[in-house]
């Protein structure tokens, strides 16, 4: 096939020319990713409200964000020797079922959580896919432009998600189920012009990752209920899953990875800075809701200057980081997103101007964390190890705040007066829940700090913040 000055291209060019015209389709559905978990993220206790379930409701948020932890992984893996043509369409496979499921489902709690999961492992195909596709067919020198369009897809989806739960839920949240269907869609160009090339097969760890994912499952199903036999499913499942990476012969993680004293301090500060991340927004809806009277809409604009700076500081975290050390990255990150919960524990209830300014301080910190954290943990072990810890802080990123909104949410107030107590003791209540919240948050960031500060110097052999690591 010639091109427009009529010279022949090679196939492999042709290849390469054809996957990247998908990368626009690819964002796009990625962004309905996001902006769904968001969404949903936004008004759980709205939904559990709706659907008489509001212990049930964090679910809605921890168990697919648990599924979205371990397909992150899974698909990482797969992308290296699977036709991302055929993962694609089983992506928008998994879309249009979880959809419908949810659309026609949704005056059920439990339809609505299995819903979600389903449909979170569809949508994620597409960021796996854009993320496969730019590192093999984007030139050299095109590759950051388009990882940095990655980024600000992130946060950019990040802050119209919170939007379009606000708008959706004054009509009915189930139509966020609707969203992701955009990727239908796309059909036909995918099919067309994504590679359809398969690699020599490679091993993916099923029983590893079932294990794990149960096991993550029960903890957080204990959390959410409190419920002993829960609790002794997780140790149960724990100890399998101990044994079972000791005496697999090609674990997803190995016993090696807890044996690396470096690696576990980079991958608590994970642990500990994203604990809060799925809890605050609905938290923030709580407040501006029950003392201030307002919408989730309202809300959400009150949020937009948080999710502006958090899409600014994100997409340049990387040269900022480079500027100031990857430890003071970290450090100002850290503080910042500590800050914002304790702002938030004094200030909410003061006016809607407090959730703002939380929210800058918050999600501004998380947007300029992400590079340094995950520089941090990938720093600890060898070049040949580097994708299993990048898919180990993927899955941790996500399991953290399923956890932490598992916790969090079971302790937040109800969206609606109940019945038999009076509006005074409703929001003395609900001041107090809120305020524990958003200092437990802080205090989480806060331990991540001082644990940093411990650890600097062995994350740092040379100057204890990573500055000369930077410079090289």
């Known amino acids: 096939m010639a091109n427009n000055n009529g010279v022949r291209r090679r196939p492999a060019d042709e290849t390469a020319a054809r996957a990247m015209k998908t990368l626009p389709q690819l964002i796009v559905i990625f962004i309905t990713s996001i902006l769904t978990i968001q969404g ?31 397909v992150c992984v899974i698909y990482g893996s797969l992308g290296d020797f699977v036709s991302l043509r055929k993962m694609m369409m089983a992506g928008i496979a998994l879309i249009v079922v979880g959809s419908v499921l949810g659309l026609v489902f949704s005056s059920s709690i439990w339809a609505v959580i299995v819903a979600r999961a389903i449909q979170t492992a569809g949508t994620q195909v597409s960021g796996s896919v854009y993320l496969v596709v730019t590192t ?10 388009y990882f940095g369009i990655f980024t600000a897809a992130y946060q950019f989806s990040t802050a119209i998600g919170v939007l379009a739960a606000g708008w959706l839920v004054t009509i009915s949240w189930v139509w ?15 099919w067309k012009d994504l590679p359809d090339i398969s690699g020599k097969t490679q091993r ?27 609790l002794a499913a997780f140790v149960v499942l724990a100890i399998c899953f101990v044994v079972y990476i000791s005496k697999a012969k090609a674990p997803f993680v190995t016993p090696e990875f807890f044996k690396n004293t470096r690696y576990l301090m980079a991958v608590s500060l994970i642990v500990l800075f994203y604990f809060g991340n799925y809890a605050m927004n609905p938290a923030f809806n709580l407040a501006g809701g029950i003392f201030h009277g307002a919408t989730t809409l309202q809300v959400a604009f009150w949020l937009i200057a948080g999710n502006v700076v958090a899409t600014i500081l ?30 938030a524990a004094f200030t909410v209830d003061k006016g809607l101007w407090g959730i703002a300014l939380a929210g800058i301080l918050f999600f501004g910190g998380m947007g300029l964390c992400y590079a340094p954290v995950v520089d941090a943990v990938v720093s600890t072990v060898d070049v040949s190890e580097s994708g299993r810890a990048v898919g180990m802080n993927d899955l941790l990123m996500n399991v953290s705040p399923s956890i932490g909104v598992a916790i969090l949410g079971s302790m937040m107030p109800s ?35 001082l644990v940093f500060l411990a650890v600097r110097r062995k994350l740092y052999p040379v100057d204890g913040w990573g500055k000369a690591d930077a410079e090289g």
């Open 314 to 343: 994100g997409v340049f975290s990387g040269p900022i980081v480079n500027k100031i050390s990857r430890g003071m990255g970290i450090l100002v990150a850290g503080s910042s997103m500590a800050l914002g919960g304790v702002v």
């Open 176 to 190: 966020l189920f609707a969203i992701p269907l955009i990727a239908v869609i796309f059909i036909p160009t995918l």
């Open 136 to 145: 093999k067919y984007v030139p050299g020198a095109k590759k950051v432009l």
């Open 40 to 70: 949903f993220n936004l008004v759980f206790q709205d939904i559990g409200n709706d659907l008489n379930a509001p212990a049930q409701a964090p679910l809605i948020t921890s168990i697919p964000g648990i599924v979205l932890g371990i």
């Open 415 to 449: 969206p609606v007066l109940p019945e038999g107590m009076s509006q005074a003791d409703y929001i003395g209540d609900a001041s107090n829940s809120l305020t524990l919240i958003f200092l437990i948050v802080a205090a989480t960031c806060a331990a991540g700090v």
């Open 204 to 230: 993916i760890d099923v029983p590893g990752f079932i294990l794990a994912g149960l096991t993550v499952t029960a903890i957080v199903m204990f959390f959410n209920s409190i419920n002993w036999l829960y």
